[in-house]
């Protein structure tokens, strides 16, 4: 049993990365269940919500799982702060394509972090993850009381330390190949893009605490790669979302199973925040526009048009997220992806 097994009392040193908005309990529990860590996305969640997906997580499974919540990172705008209409107007295409008509500014973007912690901390998950900053001592505190393991992430070797340094257990090391946001903290995303095989060793260096890696991952080569490196364990999000077992919608899985090495890019448009996913005449067309609401105003606008698409099936108009390595794997079973990268655990 090597050290992040032991932490989280796993079988595998193997974690399902959260998906905001495209997390299913039915995936957690089947990575958990198979003796992995499976996570779950509460981004945007309320807490009344998160209450009930934690009970559901428990119910589901009895083994050990993860959820996941956004920090505040302190530049989020209120719908107070920003003028949304010019942003709606230039997206007016979008609203009449998924046939939703422009939306009113709703009385809060997201909902507060501090009750959204209470929920989670009254429904007892194994373990917290947490994006976009470092836990502050009420947090840690709060967790250690109840015994659930804080795992903090990081895109650079400096965000590793300060992590650590505030009292995480594990720190999950995320390459820029990585689907999804870019959840740098301490300096811009844009120059926090290291690589998976350059992170991973120099935070294995940095830090003491259990190293995730993230990041490119899909098989047992990407595994047995990130143990050569130094990792304790890896986390892997784009080749999970493709099983049959997430949230994701058919047009997010057809665009997967199509993806090739260089179909991925990092984009603003969708959310006001930088991230890794398959272009799309919605991410062109904003980024043509160069209209995109400061963070998370983006993400409610682009949020209206998005729902309305996943319920019509036009994946055009949803947010594609994805990694470099999205053609790795084929697979669209979660155990069988799960025993595929077991199989790159050193001594498996
Ligand atoms: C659709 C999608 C949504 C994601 N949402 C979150 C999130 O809410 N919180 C988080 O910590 N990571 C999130 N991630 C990152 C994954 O959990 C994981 O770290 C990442 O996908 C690993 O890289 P890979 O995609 O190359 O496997 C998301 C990734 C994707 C593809």
């Known amino acids: ?47 009344a919500r998160i209450h009930e997906t934690i009970e559901r997580l428990h119910a589901a499974t009895t083994r050990p799982f993860a959820v996941n919540l956004w920090l505040p990172r302190g530049d989020e705008v ?26 009113v500014p709703p009385a809060e973007f997201l909902p507060p972090i501090a009750p959204q912690l209470d929920a989670v901390f009254d429904a007892r998950p194994a373990a917290l993850s947490v994006v976009f900053g470092v836990p502050d001592a009420d947090l840690i505190g709060r967790a250690r009381e109840r015994g659930i393991a804080v795992v903090g992430t990081a895109t650079s070797v400096a965000e590793a330390l300060a992590l650590e340094a505030a009292g995480v257990d594990a720190v999950v090391a995320t390459g820029a190949e990585a689907g999804g946001h870019r959840v740098s903290f301490l300096d811009d995303p844009a120059d926090s893009l290291v690589g998976t095989f350059a992170l ?19 098989d047992r080569r990407g595994v047995a790669a990130a143990f050569a490196l130094g990792a304790d364990g890896v ?47 919605a991410m062109r067309s904003i980024e043509t526009s160069g209209m995109i609401a400061p963070f998370p105003a983006q993400n409610w606008l682009t949020g209206v048009f998005r729902q309305a698409a ?7 108009l949803l947010s594609l997220w994805a990694g470099q390595a999205a053609g790795i794997s084929r697979l669209d079973d979660a155990a069988a992806l799960l025993a595929e990268l077991a199989a790159g655990v050193p001594g498996r």
Do not use: K, W
Request: hydrophobic share 45%; aromatic share 4%.
């Open 235 to 281: 986390q892997v999000g784009t080749a999970f979302l493709r099983t049959r077992q997430s949230a994701a919608t058919a047009a997010h899985r057809t665009a997967l199973t199509g993806a090739a090495d260089t179909s991925t890019r990092l984009t603003r448009a969708l959310s006001g925040r930088l991230a890794r996913g398959i272009p799309n005449h």
């Open 1 to 47: 049993m090597n050290r992040l097994e032991s932490l989280l009392g796993l079988d595998l040193p193997i974690v399902l990365g959260p998906f905001g908005g495209l997390s299913s309990v039915e995936l957690a529990a089947a990575v958990s269940e198979g003796g992995g860590l499976g996570s779950f996305g509460l981004y945007g969640y309320t807490p």
């Open 310 to 316: 996943a319920v019509s099936g036009d994946g055009e």
């Open 200 to 218: 991973v060793p120099q935070v294995v260096d940095a830090v003491a605490v259990p190293v995730i890696a993230a990041g490119g991952i899909a």
């Open 78 to 103: 209120t719908p107070a702060e920003v003028d949304v209409r010019p942003y709606l107007d230039a997206a007016r295409p979008l609203f009449e394509a998924a046939g939703v008509p422009v939306p």
